[in-house]
């Protein structure tokens, strides 16, 4: 089974520094990923996704992540945050094969300082 | 035009009863699922439907009843409500895992 893992709990910047959140996931095969946003109160909001192709994509509101297959990994960066961007952050990953269904990380909480 | 609806927003109500939360989606998808999210935000699927029919069925108690009278809706029916079931339910829809899902805006569910 397919599981994510968001090593960062809380992470604190200051407005219009360079972001980056962590994601390992464990799959067998080639995965499907995915970065969510939730505001407060909110629904998600699909930042960007991968599932073939170009290892670096690009999102939603300036966000860009990038998968490495030999890490494990799909971090999603920023080059300059804005003090909207503070909300909650989920790495997601599906099989290709199981009813489609998405795995969440436990997300990470990013706070932006003025 | 809301992609993805869920009805209603909040809901407080005492232990033992019963209570439904309804979800439509207007964009054509043929899965639709079911998602709760814990007080530490953490999100776990709690079922799969894809064109009316159960593909997932994840360990929750069955009182918990989803049930989907056609492919654009997804209702969730909660019998005998417990304090551990607050959180809230996320409801969401895809048309592959390729494609990612879309949200409803969720619905917090306080049983006091």
């Known amino acids: 089974a397919q599981s994510v893992t968001q090593p960062d709990i809380h992470i604190t910047v200051s407005e219009g520094a360079s972001l980056e959140l962590r994601c390992n996931y464990s799959y067998g095969a080639t995965p499907y990923l995915f970065w969510y946003v939730q505001s407060p109160g909110q629904g998600l909001q699909l930042l960007l996704k991968?599932?073939?192709?170009?290892?670096l994509v690009q999102g939603i509101k300036g966000f860009e992540a990038e998968f490495k297959r030999s890490q494990s990994s799909f971090n999603l960066r920023k080059p300059s945050v804005h003090w909207s961007d503070a909300a909650e952050y989920f790495c997601a990953v599906a099989a290709n094969n199981a009813g489609n269904m998405l795995t969440f990380g436990g997300g990470t909480r990013l706070m932006v300082k003025p | 035009d809301t992609a993805v609806s869920q009805t209603p927003k909040y809901l407080v109500t005492q232990m033992g009863n019963d209570k439904s939360i309804k979800c439509e989606q207007n964009l054509g998808h043929d899965t639709m699922y079911w998602y709760k999210q814990d007080s530490k935000k953490f999100l776990k699927i709690m079922f799969s439907y894809n064109n009316k029919e159960l593909i997932i069925n994840e360990t929750v108690p069955n009182r918990f009843s989803p049930k989907s009278p056609d492919k654009a809706h997804l209702n969730l029916h909660i019998n005998s409500l417990e304090l551990g079931d607050s959180a809230v339910y996320f409801c969401?829809?895809?048309?592959?895992?390729?494609?990612?899902?879309?949200f409803g805006s969720g619905t917090r569910l306080t049983v006091v």
């Open positions: 969401a829809s895809s048309q592959g895992s390729s494609y990612g899902y879309t």
């Open positions: 991968y599932f073939s192709g170009d290892t």
